[in-house]
T-cell receptor
């Protein structure tokens, strides 16, 4: 169990550019989540995958955001035409169903910190 | 709708003193509750969780929390803090209706020598 990993850890980009982040979940975890955390705030849910299916998306996930998990393993989060308001820490978490299907625990990666200039 | 409120944004405390970080929640259905800790520039590490059973749960690093359904609270406690406990602490909730976590705004614990 090597934990959730995310790449890159830091990204600086100019407004209008596209960026892509990668998340590798704990092996055998079939659920994968993306959260966004702005400075001084708690994380906010963005989207959730079960295997390769994207089952839930937050209203925070605008049309400029897209997430994929093509083979049910790693996931990518792309932000197109970045804006300064996109500056945040992007956190990935993974889990597997617990007893009764809902008693699961999400384990978080180290995050990708994005700065849009 | 569900929500989590952490009443204290910052809690200063001297080393070896006890500490309580408060968390209150709102949900119309049964909940599962979690405390995570975040050290600077790092992700979140699970401290402890309440899924079912005993309302007093013990976690890592000497922390414990008590689920109080009547007061809709899940306060985090430690009898004696260390300098290394200085970090941001987040209370989170998940309910039977979904899989996402809803987080509070966080409490910054500052342990002073």
């Amino acid at each position: 169990d090597t934990g959730v990993s995310q790449d890159p850890r830091h990204k600086i980009t100019k407004r209008g550019q596209n960026v892509t982040f990668r998340c590798d979940p704990i092996s055998e975890h079939n659920r994968l989540y993306w959260y966004r955390q702005t400075l001084g705030q708690g994380p906010e849910f963005l989207t959730y995958f079960q295997n390769e299916a994207q089952l839930e998306k937050s209203r925070l996930l605008s049309d400029r955001f897209s997430a994929e998990r093509p083979k049910g393993s790693f996931s990518t989060l792309e932000i197109q035409r970045t804006e300064q308001g996109d500056s945040a820490m992007y956190l990935c978490a993974s889990s597997r169903p617990g007893r009764g299907g809902n008693q699961e625990t999400q384990y978080f990666g180290p995050g990708t910190r994005l700065l849009v200039l | 709708a569900q929500s989590v409120t952490q009443l204290d944004s910052q809690v200063p405390v001297f080393e070896e003193a006890p500490v309580e970080l408060r968390c209150n929640y709102s949900s119309s259905v049964s909940v599962y509750l979690f405390w995570y800790v975040q050290y600077p520039n790092q992700g979140l590490q699970l401290l402890l969780k309440y899924l079912s059973g005993s309302t007093l749960v013990k976690g890592i690093n000497g922390f414990e929390a008590e689920f109080n359904k009547s007061q809709t609270s899940f306060h985090l406690r430690k009898p004696s803090v260390h300098i290394s406990d200085t970090a941001e602490y987040f209370c989170a909730l998940r309910n039977n209706a979904g899989n996402m976590l809803t987080f509070g705004g966080g409490t910054r614990l500052m342990v002073k020598p």
